[in-house]
């Protein structure tokens, strides 16, 4: 009897536990095979709950609450189905076979990822290149994130500065070079997990016109994201050792509103290289109100206060001294290892957005969006003192070893102090400290940063309207205002007095309108400030034209762009154009998309993309030395010429950069195999290309000068073409097989004008002109012979063949090898030009007598291929389900055979400025290329928990 009433009583209890609890369930098939699909995501959007289809294409849900829900199914190449379902009391609801329609334009929306190696990129140093990481479930698009991305290599080789990432309408690419600072939200992977719109390449979008290498749009409701709790923690060998992640979500609640935060840490104390370190917190907050069916308004933002230091590239000199790991950025101060090289930022973005259902086939979206905050990067500076770094080139064995009185003895000594004694092989902050307290003066040294602070104003709008069952309009207009202020600041004193605002190696003085004697403490500006004051807006309109066999988009834009700079220090070099507002240059441009859908059948699809365009010049491209003037490449320019001056007209150079690119591919969709083949072609003319540096140069009395400025190169013409294969095969119900190739070639496609811009060589007062630029080593800017050299972009090739099995437990294990090829040096330009091979005299320019050796020069301005290498990647990981818990674990191991070998990049120093100096092998290995070594072996471990 006990048994049987406690037997009765669980029964009871169970019922009432299940009661008003439902399974939902369904199958999804393609609409146009009849075919079941595997892999598609399906959400309830209520609760955010996400289930995969499986190998027939079915799926369930279980436990469901009474309520009304919305079961959107979506997928890589599929468009979006949604259907509405009312649970009450029934035990089961079966949804039956659910049709989706394959669609090729949806074939590159995915996720975003970024990598720790990306965000700890110095965006000064050619590594800045690593491009903005795509993934999603197309095979190509995530091979080339998470397997060939790893080690640098880009989609089709595009900067970083042809991605346009927009939140709400907000663009985030910076005006001073047109790339974007991930950091800025780094961190929060549960905001940015699926943006509402990735496209690659010049395909259309759904909400702006869009750049060459496309565009990653994120829309930041509550209501669009997974609802409830998701905890996180992953330890790696990257950058940062540990993360933390929580992110809470009410999802849309009855009263209309939904609220959401996430917050997020990224620490190592130390990271895989030597003397650096990361500290990165991150925030997100978002209050949304839905009205009514019509209107709903969306206040957000986010951060992310980040402090982390660099690593230096080195000259293999110093690795084969040092080892991969050497960075020279670092030294011991009182027992711990401090860093000159730290990056810190904080540039809060807020947002209000309002969202406008006018009808049920038109649409508004508008944001206000405010960002704000600062960018600075330390280093030392130092006034008549000697260079603290230790691979400066005096500081080098082989300094040593090409001294007139070099002695054998004293090399092997200086090489065995590098590798013994880390007062030599490091910054020996300790006779810093000492040298500055031992002047009664102003300091020898102090740690500075170079500042800038951002205020952006930004006003965009969207109009999307179904006009008809076959046609859509899209229209947007985009207007942003940036006020940049660029400084230089003293951090520390390093136990100095004050430091001083002139050039001592000029004997100049930075600010006419203060006190030579001034004395600049912590805190405080110097040597440069300047303000830029830019303005750009941008309509376009798009429509879209859908037919049984053909879809064809067309779309257009319009740009204006404003800048100005305005000086806040009159700089003694040029006192009529450092100080004050300059003239403000102006530009207007258009652009055109076109895409042609050719639908074969159900299977196999032809797409054609085609793009022309232009864009204005960013501000560092219309400012070469903004730092010190205004002056610009149009501007009047006077030189020196066997001891007299000429002023020479540049003439008509700062114009807008154009984009010639299309794209044809071939997309098959078979129930076990998908495939993608492509061919694109893309021209870039007048672009333009700049870099700081010393260079060796003769003067016109054909002695040596050693000069610091800007590099500078416009009417720069550069080509890429390739082809691009991605099959993804279902071996079995379990394994899958994937291949991907990626082949290009691109280089530059034309001679371009090369000038340098300096501060080291001015016309003064007495000889003319007062306060005026001068080029040097000619007489006028002139060519710099580059066509068909290699664009240093990354490998030019990838290849990658990987193998993947889906246990129906819920755990997978896959393996990929990837094939790394034609990755070549960055060239140094001036090394192209003919004054390379010359030098002034009282005469007039006369060649080097070493000139005549075609085969000696050929070998001096050959351009380094890096070295092809392999990379084997493995992962791994499971997920759980407790009820309405869910957890996960997953595993990635990196360049599992620890290769060492592989350069991810690398550049030509300037330094070595003609050909006697560039011939010395002693100067070819102070002055030598400078690389970055892969880090080796590295692995992330990632651990989550939802409900």
């Not at 049987?4 to 393609?30: E, F, N, P, Y």
């Not at 949604?82 to 049709?99: A, Y």
């Not at 994130?145 to 346009?164: C, I």
């Not at 998701?230 to 940062?240: D, G, P, Q």
Request: hydrophobic fraction near 35%.
């Amino acid at each position: 009897m006990d048994k049987l009433l406690l037997s009765m009583a669980i029964s009871v209890m169970m019922s009432v536990a299940l009661w008003g609890q439902t399974r939902i369930s369904g199958v999804v098939k393609d609409a146009s095979t009849e075919k079941e699909v595997y892999n598609l995501s399906v959400i309830l959007v209520e609760t955010g709950e996400e289930v995969k289809t499986d190998r027939i294409g079915y799926f369930q849900f279980v436990d469901v609450e009474t309520g009304t829900y919305t079961v959107r199914v979506s997928g890589v190449g599929y468009l979006t189905h949604e259907q509405e379902v009312v649970v009450s009391n029934e035990p089961r609801i079966d949804l039956g076979e659910m049709k989706i329609v394959f669609n090729p334009k949806n074939e590159e929306i995915g996720i975003i990822t970024l990598t720790s190696d990306e965000l700890s990129a110095d965006e000064s140093s050619s590594q800045s290149a690593a491009g903005l990481l795509q993934s999603s479930q197309d095979v190509f698009a995530s091979t080339a994130a998470f397997e060939l991305g790893a080690y640098w290599f880009k989609v089709r080789g595009y900067d970083n500065k042809y991605n346009d990432v927009f939140f709400n309408g907000v663009r985030m690419n910076k005006i001073n070079n047109d790339r974007v600072n991930f950091g800025d939200w780094g961190g929060l992977n549960d905001v940015t997990r699926r943006p509402a719109e990735q496209t690659l390449g010049i395909e259309p979008s759904q909400y702006v016109f869009g750049d060459v290498g496309g565009v990653t749009y994120f829309d930041t409701r509550p209501s669009m994201m997974r609802k409830g709790t998701s905890l996180a923690y992953s330890f790696t060998n990257r950058s940062y050792n540990q993360r933390v992640l929580a992110t809470y979500n009410t999802g849309l609640m009855d009263n209309g509103w939904a609220f959401m935060a996430s917050g997020a840490r990224r620490w190592a104390e130390e990271g895989v290289i030597d003397g650096t370190f990361y500290d990165s917190w991150a925030y997100f907050f978002a209050a949304e109100k839905k009205f009514n069916d019509r209107h709903s308004i969306v206040l957000s933002g986010f951060g992310s206060p980040t402090r982390r230091s660099t690593n230096s590239p080195n000259t293999q000199e110093v690795y084969d001294l040092m080892g991969k790991d050497y960075n020279a950025y670092w030294g011991w101060q009182d027992g711990e290892k401090r860093s000159e090289r730290i990056r810190q930022f904080h540039q809060p973005l807020f947002m209000l957005t309002h969202h406008f259902n006018i009808s049920n086939r038109t649409n508004l979206i508008t944001t206000l969006g405010y960002q704000f905050g600062k960018d600075s990067r330390s280093r030392l500076d130092w006034h008549t003192a000697n260079n603290p770094s230790p691979t400066y080139y005096r500081n080098l064995p082989s300094y040593y070893a090409q001294l007139d009185d070099a002695n054998p003895e004293n090399v092997a000594e200086i090489t065995r102090l590098w590798q013994t004694d880390q007062t030599v092989s490091q910054i020996d902050w300790t006779d810093i400290y000492n040298q500055n307290r031992n002047r009664t003066g102003a300091a020898a040294y102090v740690l500075a940063a170079d500042v800038n602070e951002d205020q952006i104003m930004t006003f965009s709008t969207r109009l999307q309207s179904q006009i008809m069952s076959n046609f859509k309009l899209t229209a947007g207009l985009n207007y942003q205002n940036t006020r940049s202020e660029y400084y230089r600041e003293v951090l520390d004193l390093l136990g100095g007095n004050y430091f001083v605002n002139n050039n001592a190696f000029q004997d100049t003085r930075y600010n006419m309108d203060e006190d030579e004697n001034r004395q600049v403490m912590e805190g405080d500006k110097y040597q440069y400030n300047y303000i830029i004051n830019h303005q750009r807006g941008d309509a376009f309109i798009q429509g879209e034209y859908t037919s049984t066999k053909f879809d064809v988009t067309l779309g257009m834009k319009a740009a204006y762009t404003s800048v100005n700079r305005d000086g806040k220090y009159r700089h003694e070099q040029y006192l009529d154009r450092s100080a004050g507002k300059s003239e403000t240059y102006d530009f207007v441009d258009w652009g055109s998309k076109l895409q042609v859908l050719y639908k074969l059948n159900g299977r196999n699809f032809f797409q054609l993309n085609a793009m022309y365009a232009s864009y204005a010049p960013t501000v560092d491209e219309i400012f070469p030395n903004a730092r010190s003037n205004d002056y610009t490449i149009d501007n009047y320019v006077a030189v020196k010429r066997n001891g007299a001056v000429e002023t020479l007209e540049n003439g008509n150079n700062l114009k807008n950069s154009k984009i010639l690119s299309t794209d044809l591919s071939y997309i098959l969709r078979a129930p076990r195999v998908k495939g993608r083949l492509t061919g694109f072609y893309t021209r870039f003319f007048d672009e333009y290309e700049k870099n700081f540096g010393y260079i060796d140069v003769t003067d016109g009395s054909g002695g040596q000068e050693n000069l610091f400025g800007a590099e500078y190169l416009y009417n720069v013409d550069k080509l890429f073409f390739g082809g691009e294969f991605a099959l993804e095969a279902q071996l079995t119900t379990t394994l899958t097989l994937s291949a991907v190739a990626s082949v290009g070639q691109y280089t530059y496609d034309n001679n371009p004008t090369y000038q340098r811009f300096s501060d080291s060589n001015f016309i003064d007062g007495d000889e003319g002109t007062a306060g005026q630029m001068v080029t040097f080593g000619s007489t006028s800017p002139e060519t710099a012979y580059m066509e068909n050299y290699r664009l240093a972009v990354g490998p030019q090739q990838g290849f990658s063949l990987g193998l993947e099995y889906r246990a129906p437990q819920y755990w997978w294990i896959g393996a990929t090898g990837n094939y790394l090829a034609a990755n070549y040096l960055d060239i140094a330009p001036f090394k192209r030009t003919s004054s390379f091979l010359t030098y002034e005299t009282a005469s007039g320019t006369q060649p080097y007598p070493q000139s005549s050796d075609e085969a000696l020069v050929r070998s001096l301005l050959e351009q380094q291929e890096l070295s092809s290498e392999f990379m084997l990647n493995l992962n791994a990981g499971k997920t759980f389900r407790f009820g309405k818990y869910y957890m996960g674990i997953s595993a990635n191991v990196n360049n599992v055979l620890d290769n060492r070998d592989y350069v991810t990049g690398g550049f030509e120093q300037i330094r070595l400025g003609n050909l006697p100096e560039a011939m010395d092998e002693g100067n070819q290995s102070m002055f030598g290329p400078k690389y970055w070594y892969d880090r080796g072996r590295s692995y992330f471990i990632n651990v989550f928990f939802r409900f």
